[in-house]
């Protein structure tokens, strides 16, 4: 879902007053005051920093809040960052921290100490804004995807089994590849089981701190589609397409700009144009791959549309609009409003669809009340939290 000024009725969500969200926290030690400065202005929109100038500090403080993510310049004041590395190991807290080390140079002695000591990813000064924030990144989804091991079998293997396809697509699209839809088919397997089982509350709880928005968003689509099919009576192999739609719906926003996919704010006519062109992309990438099914590239190329002509890409008009497209613009608009972003908290549910229930001109009315009514389910509102 875009974040725009066009008439559209997705745009009245413009009009609601931004929230302050909570970011996840890095926490910065570095000797260079600028590039310390450098630092803190590349990650503002993204995360909460914690800026020091010493070792002995920053643990002092870690200890008590530890960041998700550590990064630890190589001479770091006062004995170097081996030093620190060390004093961090033996904290029970920050043991397991993972950190990312920023070199000034190529130096081989100290990338070996640091790996004896946990450390596995490193970048020599100076970086590009996009390669710090890929290795933050990637820092935070280990420890996210790490923690999943801890939840119910079905529900692990939905999650697990999702990104390492969802990655996949990401590193094919790089390549010009196409999209191999049995994998997709596959990953989503454990979900539709879930759904089944009516045990899906750890899918979408665990799922949250995941860095990867499109992929949060993406699995969410596709989880609350899948439920929505569910309970309207869809056969398995429809619930299949409904959740394999719902993971690629939004790929072509891999090749949308990070700085305009999260903007925190509202974006120029030019960023909403980019923004916009992730439908068209997501269509050329599905058309290389023969076997992805009608239903999923409906439900890619339609969940912009509304009923009454004011969606893009095609501007399709109420009749023609296909059920899984309207059943997609649905859950799209909803996971939109509750997604957490790093410009804003999630939305309520009930807040949500209480947005969605004036948007009679754009929307299906009676299958948002199916839906409304599927989630305030008792048995499914724990899964909103």
Same mark, same amino acid.
């Given at each position: ?73 190589? @001479? ?17 807290? @920050? ?44 820092? &935070? ?68 701190? !995941? ?30 397409? @409904? ?14 700009? !990070? ?18 062109? !992730?439908?068209?992309?997501?269509? &050329? ?17 339609? !969940? ?82």
């Amino acid at each position: 879902m875009g974040e725009s000024s066009a008439a559209t009725a997705s745009s009245r969500l413009d009009a609601l007053p931004a929230t302050v969200a909570k970011k996840i926290a890095v926490c910065v030690i570095e000797s260079n005051p600028r590039v310390q400065m450098d630092i803190s202005d590349s990650l503002l929109s993204f995360y909460q920093t914690f800026q020091f100038t010493s070792g002995g500090q920053a643990i002092d403080s870690m200890a008590q809040r530890p960041p998700a993510v550590l990064l630890l310049d190589e @001479l770091a004041p006062p004995r170097g960052g081996i030093a620190v590395l060390q004093s961090l190991r033996s904290e029970e807290a @920050l043991k397991d921290l993972p950190v990312v080390c920023l070199l000034d140079r190529h130096n081989a002695g100290f990338i070996e100490d640091a790996k004896r000591l946990g450390v596995d990813t490193f970048l020599r000064k100076p970086f590009k804004r996009s390669t710090l924030l890929g290795a933050i990144s990637d820092k &935070v989804n280990s420890g996210v995807e790490a923690s999943w091991e801890k939840i119910e079998p079905v529900q692990k293997a939905a999650l697990q089994e999702t990104v390492g396809v969802f990655n996949k697509i990401s590193d094919l699209i790089s390549e010009g590849s196409e999209i191999p839809y049995k994998d997709v088919q596959d990953s989503c397997d454990p979900l539709v089981k879930a759904v089944h089982n009516q045990c899906f509350s750890d899918i979408l709880t665990n799922v949250k701190g !995941h860095d990867n928005y499109s992929y949060v968003h993406s699995l969410r689509v596709a989880t609350f589609l899948t439920i929505f099919g569910h309970a309207a009576g869809f056969r398995d192999d429809e619930l299949q397409t @409904l959740a394999s739609g719902g993971l690629v719906h939004d790929i072509g926003k891999m090749s949308i700009p !990070h700085e305009v996919l999260n903007k925190p704010g509202r974006l120029t006519d030019d960023e909403w144009n980019v923004m916009r062109s !992730h439908v068209d992309i997501t269509q &050329v990438i599905l058309k290389r791959s023969d076997e992805i099914p009608r239903g999923v590239r409906i439900i890619a190329e339609q !969940h912009h549309e509304k009923l009454d002509g004011t969606g893009y890409p095609h501007g399709i008009i109420g009749k023609n609009l296909n059920e899984l497209a309207r059943m997609a613009s649905i859950v799209d608009i909803f996971s939109a409003l509750t997604d957490r972003r790093v410009y804003k908290d999630p939305m309520p549910a009930e807040k949500a669809l209480l947005i969605m229930k004036d948007m009679t001109d754009g929307l299906d009315m009676p299958l948002l009340s199916l839906f409304t009514q599927v989630l305030l389910d008792a048995k499914n509102r724990d899964a909103l939290q």
